[in-house]
């Protein structure tokens, strides 16, 4: 199983190790820089004071001064050493420590001297700088007129900067080592740390159950990181605490509607029973019309069921919609007049592209609802109005005893206004079942209330939609 600490701590050990290598190694090579450019800087000097003792008395080269009275070149072991050329590279002047040996001819000036590496005698490790430089005459009028140009190298044993940079090397080695080890213990210590907000997170969301829907995840002391997500569970917990209450109110739903058919079948068998010979022929219609009432609650339960989880596949084809409004209001008729509600239907041509079965029952179960529920003497209205691109249709009837907060339950299964509860042929389940076949059909069912009427619109593509 992926850890996402695991993940992690492998991940900034993978950076932090390179990235430290990487800063040692850089502050390794800025230290050598400076030593050696202070070494060649001492070298530059050196060279400065030697071409100024350098004199030219006619063609005759002179030093007015001992290279045994110069420090570093005066040492038991030498450590310094120079040599001079004139014009025309011969070798003029050169110090004892350097004995019968020479050094390599390549100058610069003293803007751009000549600086390299090399290993001088006694096969020591050293540097040298070259410059190119015009000596002094013997009076100031043989200075001016002095031209000639000599050539000047200065070397130095680089032993004692090798050291230093070594001594350098070993302790950033040491001390990067160390930094490597003390990085790979404490960065696993420091994001235990700061993943423990997520272990008190799920040690909490591990206490959430379906009988604990009800707690919720505190969002005040979280870090900022974890506040979005504590809300997003918060409000998955508040969702589903919802859909658990709603299921408890169909399973308790589901129990009352069965329990009244299933007592009148109960007494009506007891009955046939008990007194077979007085059996009356109305028992037995009876017992078909409750039989029939319960396998329409089965099979409406069954059909929501299969739209719930996508196994109804609509075939859509052209529906002229204003002639399936007709059609649906047809054996609603003879309710309608014995209830003295009258039909006012404002539809113009419409054609829209829907399953005739399932637009058949949506349009069925408002219509039906709205004649079961309207008080008698009442006008139920249809509008229907395009604007090219959709479409909404408006069913509208008085409903004096609903409330706005009844309508957030509106498509709930076996959800009925309390009034509606006793007697009647409903169940409550077919504005479930509408509310189910518009979303089939990818169209919206939405219901409102106005000044005591009750308001429902379904609403969606005019032509050329087929879902999904």
Not at 168 to 192: D, H, N
Not at 457 to 465: D, N, R
Request: some cysteine; charged content about 25%; overall charge neutral.
């Amino acid at each position: 199983m992926n850890s996402i600490r695991r993940q992690l701590t492998r991940s900034l050990l993978l950076i932090l190790i390179p990235l430290l290598g990487a800063g040692l190694t850089a502050i390794y090579f800025l230290v050598r820089s400076e030593l050696i450019e202070s070494f060649d800087q001492t070298l530059k000097t050196r060279a400065e004071a030697i071409s100024t003792l350098v004199l030219l008395d006619g063609d005759r080269l002179t030093l007015n001064f001992s290279d045994k009275f110069m420090r570093g070149f005066d040492d038991d072991e030498a450590k310094e050493f120079y040599e001079i050329w004139d014009d025309r590279g011969n070798s003029v002047q050169v110090s004892e420590s350097l004995g019968s040996s020479h050094l390599p001819n390549r100058v610069g000036d003293f803007k751009n001297p000549k600086v390299w590496a090399l290993q001088l005698p006694g096969k020591q490790p050293g540097r040298a700088l070259g410059v190119e430089f015009v000596p002094r005459g013997t009076i100031k009028d043989s200075t001016k007129a002095n031209k000639a140009r000599y050539h000047l190298v200065v070397a130095a044993r680089s032993r004692g900067v090798d050291g230093e940079l070594r001594e350098i090397l070993m302790v950033m080695a040491l001390g990067g080592g160390l930094m490597i080890v003390l990085t790979i213990l404490v960065v696993p210590l420091l994001l235990r740390s700061g993943l423990r907000p997520l272990e008190r997170l799920a040690g909490e969301v591990e206490k959430v159950n379906a009988e604990t829907l009800t707690l919720r995840l505190p969002e005040e002391k979280v870090p900022r990181e974890l506040v979005v997500i504590t809300a997003r569970l918060n409000a998955l917990f508040a969702r589903l605490e919802e859909a658990f209450e709603r299921e408890r109110r169909v399973s308790a739903a589901m129990a009352h509607e069965l329990r009244t058919p299933i007592a009148e079948l109960r007494n009506l068998a007891e009955c046939a029973l008990k007194w077979p010979e007085a059996r009356d022929p109305e028992a037995d219609r009876d017992a078909l019309a409750i039989a029939r009432q319960m396998e329409s609650m089965v099979t409406h339960m069954l059909t929501l069921a299969r739209s719930e989880t996508g196994q109804w596949k609509p075939d859509f084809e052209p529906v002229d919609l204003p002639r399936a409004v007709g059609q649906a209001w047809k054996p609603l008729e003879i309710p309608a007049a014995l209830k003295n509600i009258q039909f006012a239907p404002e539809l113009g041509p419409l054609t829209v592209m829907a399953d005739p079965v399932l637009l058949s029952s949506i349009l069925g179960n408002l219509l039906e609802n709205a004649v079961e529920y309207s008080p008698a003497g009442s006008v139920i209205g249809v509008r229907l109005e395009s604007n090219g691109a959709g479409f909404s249709l408006t069913v509208c009837n008085p409903a004096p005893d609903l409330a706005p907060q009844d309508l957030a339950r509106f498509f709930e299964r076996f959800w009925r206004k309390e009034k509606a509860r006793s007697g009647g042929s409903h169940i409550g389940l077919g504005l479930s079942l509408a509310h189910a076949f518009a979303g089939i059909l990818g169209w919206k069912m939405t219901p409102r209330l106005e000044t005591g009427s009750l308001v429902i619109t379904l609403a969606g593509p005019v032509a050329a939609s087929t879902p999904g």
